[in-house]
């Protein structure tokens, strides 16, 4: 029953998606990387839901949450201040500008030297830390929820790993180099939808496994059961996301992830009008409300129902769902779930081939090639990239705990990116060096931070936090280009000129909602918040008990 139907949901939303999207437009460049720029609210929100809610987040987070409670929802909860700022500040100027890539917006604002430079660093990116790390956690994840080595006949669980990453990949890859942006948004939409009533179920399963009664009195026997804070939104040192991190690089991460990243804002891009646009966005806000129920509270749940066991925190969801269960909505809730790995794995590899094509085909090796050679370019660069990924996701076997490692890379690419776009916006006659300084000193500081065993020493040693790091990084990038703006600014103010790509009108209610997104955010926090654990004998005493997540050299795969 379970493979019954994990057969029947994929086969359903393979023949769903095929049957919207097959008479669409594959070929041209703007119909391929864009989807025509026709797509409305309900799929943006879904496609982007769906992009950012994949087995990094599922099993990652809520192996956080295994460890240090509800205070790791900061990743969530926070992502809904960095989307209301999307719809409001950003996603305007974006369309106004009329581009499909972040680099062909610097381009725009600075020159094509700067576009380069960010078109490498995505790439890289992309290539060598995003793919690999979605497909490694997908096929952890389904490793630990059903029985594969059964299935396979293969006991070795680093063998079954390997093979779940290639199927998962080539899958993958078909659906993102065949069918474009149109059909990588309409597929996240259904498993979107799929996932989401997954997920939900593995919590009504979950406190009916902690206690055989109703909800309410499920749910009170948890909360009685866990440890004190385990409900505090407020992290302590020793938790992944302490208290003043929220200001720093959490707050720093999530703005550049929802703001300026490729892969996710690239349907956004697509959107048919700015009024749909920010209805999609705003609406994503809303549903990451809903994101600790089922990315966190599943996490305390294995906490309690797996005590003194001794599993690995990143096991601890997939062992959850394969034990509260029942065998036809596993398979079912399997069949999502990899729908959640192919979202991220083909939109990541779709935003891969759309900075290739236009980035670097279209752009510097044949400028005067054709929409359909532009197209066949994307296509196979991705196939390349998407082997690539592969076998760099096996590589990834053994890491401690994969969704801060995720993290930990991603702000080597983020800061420096993210610094550059602010900057550019508010400083009119920001030169392009300063650019240039922005992106190469961003990315040298970081990675000497992380790789280099004296730097990382020498931060441990003075007890920064990394996200306290790399927020002082962001500051100094944004001082130093300021400065270089000051002593060498442009002879004329740079201005954002309409192309009209799309109607601009906005949303009548965007702003209301932004606001009412901000106030419940806030609610959240101040229902959960217990600052006692701030006071210094509770921060002393976690300080003595855990060491706090300071930079440290990377681990090795084991």
Not at 6 to 14: I, K, M, Q, S
Request: hydrophobic share 50%.
């Amino acid at each position: 029953m379970t493979i019954l139907s994990f057969v029947f949901f994929t086969g359903l939303v393979a023949a769903i998606t095929w049957y919207l999207t097959h008479k669409d437009d594959h070929d041209s460049s703007k119909g391929y990387f864009l989807a025509g720029r026709s797509l409305t609210f309900p799929v943006i929100a879904g496609s982007l839901l769906l992009t950012n809610l994949s087995t990094e987040q599922m099993v990652g987070l809520n192996g956080l949450s295994f460890r240090d409670g509800i205070s790791v929802m900061s990743w969530e909860v926070i992502a809904v201040l960095a989307l209301v700022l999307m719809a409001i500040f950003f996603l305007p100027k974006f369309l106004k500008a009329g581009i499909a890539t972040v680099p062909q917006f610097l381009e725009n604002r600075y020159d094509a030297g700067t576009r380069t430079i960010t078109d490498l660093i995505f790439l890289g990116a992309y290539a060598l830390i995003l793919l690999p790390i979605i497909l490694y956690t997908g096929a952890k994840g389904l490793v630990g929820m059903m029985d594969v080595p059964a299935i396979t006949g293969i006991e070795s669980q680093a063998t079954n790993v390997w093979l779940l990453i290639f199927l998962i990949g080539i899958i993958g890859s078909i659906y993102a180099l065949w069918g474009g942006l149109r059909t990588v948004a309409v597929s996240d939409t259904l498993n979107g939808a799929g996932l989401l009533i997954g997920g939900f179920m593995i919590v009504y399963f979950g406190l009916q496994a902690v206690s055989p009664g109703s909800l309410s009195e499920d749910w009170q026997t948890l909360k009685a059961a866990v440890p004190e804070n385990t409900f505090n939104s407020i992290g302590t040192q020793s938790h992944d996301t302490p208290f003043d991190t929220l200001f720093t690089g959490v707050l720093l991460l999530n703005l550049f992830y929802w703001c300026t990243n490729q892969q996710i804002i690239q349907r956004t891009l697509g959107a048919s009008s700015l009024k749909e646009g920010q209805k999609g966005v705003l609406l994503t806000g809303g549903l990451k409300l809903l994101g600790p129920i089922y990315l966190v509270l599943p996490g305390i749940i294995a906490a309690y129902i797996f005590a003194g066991q001794g599993i690995a925190k990143d096991d601890a969801y997939g062992m959850l769902v394969a034990k509260v269960l029942p065998a036809p909505l596993t398979g079912f809730f399997a069949a999502a779930l990899v729908g959640a790995i192919l979202s991220s794995f083909n939109s990541a590899l779709n935003s891969t081939c759309t900075l290739f094509s236009l980035g670097f085909y279209k752009h510097m090796i044949n400028k005067s090639a054709s929409d359909d050679q532009v197209v066949k370019s994307g296509k196979w660069f991705g196939a390349f990239i998407a082997l690539a990924a592969m076998i760099g996701g096996g590589m990834l076997i053994g890491q401690d705990s994969i969704f801060g490692y995720l993290q930990k890379m991603n702000a080597m690419y983020f800061i420096p990116i993210f610094a550059v776009v602010v900057v550019g916006i508010l400083s009119k006659r920001n030169p392009p060096i300063a650019a240039k300084f922005g992106l190469i000193a961003g990315l040298a500081i970081i990675s000497i931070g992380y790789f280099v065993p004296q730097a990382a020493e020498l931060i441990t040693h003075y007890n920064v936090h990394n996200f306290h790091f790399i927020g002082g990084v962001f500051l100094f990038l944004v001082i130093g280009m300021l400065i270089i703006g000051a002593v060498a600014p442009t002879a004329e103010a740079w201005s954002l000129q309409d192309v009209g790509a799309v109607d601009l009108t906005p949303w009548k209610f965007a702003k209301p909602v932004a606001v009412l997104l901000t106030i419940v955010v806030i609610a959240i926090y101040a229902i959960l918040a217990d600052f006692s654990v701030l006071s210094s004998d509770a921060t002393t005493e976690a300080l003595n008990s855990t060491s706090p997540p300071a930079i440290t050299a990377l681990p090795e795969a084991e």
